[in-house]
C-alpha cells in the first residue's frame, strides 16, 4: 500500500552465501561446492522445469547445497579436533525424522561414507530404512524413542550383518524387554542411555530439554539401571551415553552448560564400570533463518564453527580433568545437514488490493464524517502523520456504525470504504518518506494486500502455520525494481489461517512482504527458503492438497543445471486413496449418476462423454492450480 521504497530482503544476512540478486533482478543461486562459478538464475530453472512438464509450486532440492550442510559440519568438527588436540573422533548420525526422502536419505549416505557418517532411527519404519543403506562399517545406527520387542529384535540381529546399531535405554522397563530379547537371541546387544540433563535451553523447542523432558533417565533411574546391568551380565554392553542438548539450541553458551553437564555423567558412569566409547550430544546446532545473528527462537548467535568449538573444548577439559580417555563424540544435527538444501517456489496467481489511487470526491448530501475524512488529506504531512491515520481509523469506524444502524445506505457505505482506502494510500507515501522504524508503520502493515499464490501452507509449511517458523521469503523477480506494495501471502486452501503474514527484511521481522505490481500474462514467483527440515515430512491433506512436485538439482559450475531426480506431486486420484476413498468407485458412482441423467434426457450422450472425460482428466490431475 503506497510506494516502498530502497528494500532491503537481507539476502547477504540470511542466504548464508547460497542466495545472491543478480544484475537482472532475479534471485540466483550460488553453488557452495565451486566457489568461482557463476550463480543460476532461479526464474530461469523454473522455466526450464516448466518446459520439462514440471509445474509450480516446486519443492527445490539442490544437491550441491546438502553435500555443504554435511561436509562443512564433518569439516568444523575435524578442524577443531586438530586444534584442541582432542584424541577421539568424531562419528555424525541424521536423525531420519528430520527428512526421511528417500533421495535425501540415500544422498546423505552417499556423501557421508567417507565421513563414517551415520543414521538415527525413532521408530520401527526408519530402522528398516537404516538397515536398506551401505552405510560405511564404522558408522552408527542409533535407535532412539519408545521399542517394542519387534523393534528390538532387528536392532539386535542387525549386529550380526555389521551394523553397529545401538539401542538407546529410554526407561527402566525398555531394559527389561532389550535383557529379555537378548536372551532369546542368545547375542549382546550395543546399549546406550539416555540421560536427563538438569540444564534447560532457550528457545523454540526448550521442553525437550532439562528433567522435564519426556525420554530419558533421571538420576536416580540411571544408578538403578547400572544394577540391573551388572546384575545381568551386560555392563560391558552400554557403550553410549545420550544426552540430547534441545533442538535449534539459539546461544552458544547453552551448548557449553549443557555439554559440561553431560560430562560429569559421562565420567561418573565410567567410575562406576560403564564401558562408554560414545558421547552423543544429540541435536541443538541451529540454522540462522533470519540472519539476526542474535540468540532468537529463529536464529543463532555462533557459526557451525563455534558450535564444533564449545562442544569439543568442554568435552576435552572435561575429560582431562577427569583423568578419562577422549570418547567419540556423537551428534545428531539434522537441521543443520539439511534445512538449507530445499525450497518451495510458487506462482502468484491473483491478488486482492486495498488502495485506491482515485481521489475521492465530494457529494451534495455526504455525511458530514465523510466530508470529514476526505479532508485529512489537506493537513496530511511528516509532522502530522500518526494524528491523520488516527483519524482517518476515527471516522471509518464511525461509518460503518451508521452503516449498521441503517443511516447510511450500501453506496454511501462503499464510498466512505473507498475513501479510507485512498487517505490510507496517502498516509503511507508520507510515513514511507520518514527516516527510521516507527509504530505507525507497524500500524499500516495491518492493511497490506492479499496476494493469492498457488501452495498450500499445511501441505508444504506445517511449522509456519504450527509455531510460527520463519523462513526466509523473497520475489524472485524484479529485485533490480522498487517494490511498490506490501503483502501478506495467502495460500490456495479455503482457511483463514493458510497465509504467511511474518517475513525477515534487512531491518528486521515485517507483517508483510514488500513485493511489486502483477503484470498481465507475466509470472510473479515467490522462493521460500530453507525448508529441507521437517516440512517435507511433517505435511498434511488440508482440503486434499497432496504433495508438490519436488524435483532435485545439481548446478553444473557454468551458470546452468541438470535434473538429478524428479518426484511427480499427488494426483487427485492418489490423495484421494490415502483418505480412504477408492478413486474407481468415485468414477463408478458419478458415471451412475451420469447415466441416470441420461435417462431422464437431461443430459445427452455427447453431454454424458464430456463429462465423464472432465471427471477422469481431474481424477488423474494435480491438486493445485493448473
Not at 149 to 163: V, Y
Not at 218 to 227: K, S
Not at 342 to 352: P, Q, R, Y
Not at 566 to 588: H, N
Amino acid at each position: 500500500m503506497g510506494a516502498v521504497q530502497d528494500i532491503d530482503y537481507g539476502i547477504d544476512a540470511w542466504g548464508h552465501d547460497l542466495v545472491t540478486v543478480l544484475p537482472d533482478g532475479n534471485v540466483g543461486l550460488r553453488d557452495p561446492l565451486a566457489p568461482g562459478s557463476p550463480p543460476v538464475a532461479l526464474p530461469m530453472i523454473v522455466e526450464d522445469l516448466r518446459a520439462r512438464g514440471i509445474g509450480t509450486p516446486i519443492q527445490l532440492r539442490v544437491q550441491s547445497f546438502l553435500d555443504y550442510g554435511l561436509n562443512r559440519l564433518c569439516d568444523a568438527f575435524d578442524a577443531t579436533m586438530a586444534e584442541v588436540g582432542y584424541k577421539g573422533a568424531y562419528r555424525g548420525v541424521f536423525p531420519i525424522k528430520v527428512n526421511q526422502q528417500h533421495e535425501v536419505v540415500s544422498r546423505i549416505v552417499e556423501v557421508g561414507r567417507a565421513r563414517g557418517y551415520g543414521l538415527e532411527a525413532g521408530s520401527k519404519p526408519e530402522l528398516i530404512v537404516a538397515l536398506a543403506q551401505p552405510l560405511a562399517e564404522e558408522s552408527l545406527i542409533i535407535c532412539n524413542g519408545t521399542k517394542d520387542d519387534e523393534f528390538i529384535r532387528l536392532a539386535i540381529l542387525s549386529r550380526k550383518l555389521g551394523f553397529r546399531t545401538v539401542i538407546v535405554l529410554e526407561s527402566l522397563n525398555e531394559f527389561e524387554i532389550v535383557r529379555r530379547v537378548a536372551e532369546e537371541l542368545d547375542t549382546k546387544p550395543l546399549l546406550g542411555v539416555r540421560v536427563k540433563l538438569t540444564q534447560s535451553v532457550g528457545g523454540k523447542w526448550e521442553a525437550s530439554s532439562g528433567d522435564r523432558s519426556i525420554f530419558g533417565l533421571g538420576t536416580y533411574e540411571l544408578v538403578q539401571l547400572i544394577d540391573r546391568l551388572e546384575d545381568s551380565g551386560l555392563m560391558d554392553c552400554l557403550v553410549l551415553q545420550h544426552s540430547h542438548l534441545g533442538s535449534q539450541v539459539p546461544n552458544v553458551i547453552d551448548v557449553r552448560r549443557t555439554a559440561t553437564e553431560a560430562c560429569r555423567f559421562f565420567t561418573e558412569l565410567r567410575r562406576l564400570g560403564a564401558p562408554l566409547t560414545y558421547m552423543d550430544l544429540g541435536g541443538g546446532l541451529g540454522i540462522d533463518y533470519t540472519g539476526e545473528k542474535r540468540p532468537t527462537e529463529n536464529s543463532v548467535n555462533y557459526s557451525v564453527e563455534e558450535y564444533c568449538f564449545a562442544v569439543v573444548e568442554t568435552v576435552a577439559h572435561a575429560m582431562d580433568d577427569a583423568g578419562e580417555a577422549h570418547p567419540t563424540i556423537v551428534t545428531e544435527s539434522g537441521r543443520f545437514v539439511v534445512a538449507l538444501s530445499s525450497m518451495l517456489i510458487f506462482d502468484v496467481l491473483d491478488a486482492t488490493l486495498y488502495d485506491v489511487p482515485d481521489k475521492p470526491v465530494a457529494r451534495d448530501g455526504d455525511h458530514h464524517l465523510l466530508t470529514d475524512m476526505m479532508a485529512i488529506e489537506s493537513y496530511l504531512d511528516g509532522n502530522r502523520v500518526q494524528e491523520c491515520f488516527n483519524d482517518a481509523v476515527y471516522y471509518r469506524d464511525e461509518l460503518r456504525a451508521l452503516f449498521r444502524r441503517g443511516v447510511l445506505d450500501l453506496r454511501q457505505m462503499g464510498r466512505a470504504e473507498r475513501t479510507f482506502l485512498y487517505t490510507l494510500s496517502r498516509i503511507s507515501e508520507v510515513e514511507r518518506a520518514q527516516e527510521g522504524a516507527s509504530e505507525l508503520r507497524d500500524q499500516l502493515e495491518n492493511y497490506v494486500d492479499y496476494y493469492h499464490c498457488n501452495f498450500s501452507m499445511f501441505q508444504s509449511l506445517p511449522d509456519v502455520w504450527a509455531i510460527d517458523q520463519i523462513h526466509p521469503v523473497i520475489p524472485l523477480q524484479r529485485l533490480n525494481e522498487a517494490p511498490t506494495r506490501r503483502a501478506v501471502l495467502t495460500d490456495i486452501t479455503c482457511d483463514s489461517d493458510g497465509k504467511i503474514k511474518r517475513f525477515v527484511l534487512g531491518d528486521g521481522m515485517h507483517k508483510a512482504l514488500p513485493v511489486h505490481d502483477l503484470r498481465d500474462g507475466e509470472d510473479y514467483l515467490i522462493g521460500v527458503f530453507f525448508v529441507g527440515a521437517y516440512q517435507e515430512t511433517l505435511g498434511d491433506l488440508h482440503n486434499l492438497f497432496g504433495d508438490a512436485n519436488v524435483v532435485t538439482i545439481a548446478l553444473d559450475g557454468e551458470g546452468g543445471f541438470t535434473v538429478e531426480h524428479e518426484v511427480e506431486g499427488d494426483s487427485i486420484a492418489e490423495v484421494l486413496s490415502y483418505v480412504e476413498y477408492d478413486p474407481q468407485d468415485c468414477l463408478a458412482a458419478f458415471r451412475k449418476r451420469v447415466d441416470q441423467a441420461v435417462a431422464k434426457r437431461d443430459v445427452t450422450s455427447q453431454e454424458r462423454r464430456t463429462l465423464i472425460s472432465a471427471y477422469k482428466d481431474s481424477l488423474s490431475g494435480y491438486t493445485y492450480f493448473e
